[in-house]
């Protein structure tokens, strides 16, 4: 079992995960601008209920954004709120938030809100929305699967938000989310569509060639700042091509030795044997 969990995580850290440390991200971030693509890096890690988690979560990217700067990378950073505290209170959560992007800010840095479980929707918009008012440099992630995103959209964007779009990779009850890929799809087309009449600056993250053709079509008429993003070793060789024609281009860059529940969100979307296959061995 150990043998076998073993080699799982090497191909799994290998394909979609960095490495253990800040150094491996670093490295993967410089090949990523090699590229002319900028790097979203995430330390791995989540539903803390620990102090202790959550303390080495904090120090951890305080000192992943001074690797940033001395190492002159272009990088954004993406921070989930169950590993910054708000599994413990709501308030230890917003202080490290706050924390982490007054550092961001003082570096120069972009710091995004991962989006997690339904439950966290309200705190996660409200933490993100006090930022917002203090100052820029501050993006939040927003799941089609959700009916409520409409609507939050509609408010984000009314006071300036810089919104990262995806499908969303957790499921919750019929009342509150769409079951199937087919409506959460139609959902991002909605929600993509609003963006692109009401945005000023947002990015479309997903792998569907169908929503990003969709999202070329619509910049093409509507001429916004729109960013493309992927998952580090899903649509690499894509996201290469989107860069290559000119377009803002990120890819989500996962560090840490905590893959196991970020590595089986992908196994699952990679629906079939063959995907699985082609998504951790190679040919994205
Ligand atoms: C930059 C970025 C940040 C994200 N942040 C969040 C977040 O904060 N919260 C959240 O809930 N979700 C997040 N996600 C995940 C997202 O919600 C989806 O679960 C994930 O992107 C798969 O959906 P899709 O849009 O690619 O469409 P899908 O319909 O799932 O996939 C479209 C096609 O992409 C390919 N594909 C997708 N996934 C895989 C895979 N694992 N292996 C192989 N091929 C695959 C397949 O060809 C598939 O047919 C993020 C995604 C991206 C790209």
Not at 50 to 79: F, G, P, Q
């Amino acid at each position: 079992m150990m043998v076998c969990s073993g080699i799982l995580e090497r191909l799994v850290a290998g394909r979609w995960i960095a490495g253990p440390f800040i150094a491996d991200a670093i490295t993967r971030s410089k090949r990523i601008n090699s590229l002319g693509i900028r790097p979203i890096i995430n330390y791995l890690g989540e539903e803390f209920s620990s102090e202790t988690d959550v303390n080495d979560a904090v120090a951890t990217y305080i000192k992943l954004i001074s690797e940033i700067r001395k190492s002159r990378i272009k990088a954004d950073i993406s921070l989930k709120a169950s590993q910054l505290g708000l599994r413990i209170s709501e308030g230890m959560f917003m202080g490290n938030y706050s924390r982490i992007v007054a550092e961001a800010r003082r570096n120069n840095v972009f710091v995004w809100l991962d989006m997690e479980s339904a439950a966290d929707v309200d705190a996660t918009i409200s933490a993100y929305t006090a930022q917002l008012k203090s100052g820029d440099g501050v993006g939040i992630c927003i799941q089609s699967y959700l009916k409520r995103s409409g609507s939050d959209i509609r408010s984000l964007s009314k006071s300036g938000a810089v919104i990262r779009l995806v499908k969303g990779a957790y499921s919750s009850t019929r009342r509150l989310a769409y079951q199937s890929r087919l409506e959460t799809t139609a959902n991002y087309a909605r929600l993509m569509k609003y963006l692109f009449s009401h945005a000023k600056e947002f990015v479309i993250a997903t792998h569907d060639p169908g929503m990003v053709s969709m999202a070329q079509r619509l910049n093409a008429a509507h001429r916004k700042h729109v960013g493309y993003a992927m998952l580090n070793g899903i649509s690499n060789k894509r996201a290469i091509k989107l860069a290559r024609e000119g377009n803002h281009v990120e890819i989500y860059v996962p560090f840490g030795t905590r893959w196991l529940s970020y590595s089986y969100r992908r196994l699952k979307e990679a629906s079939n044997l063959s995907l699985v296959l082609r998504s951790v061995l190679g040919g994205g």
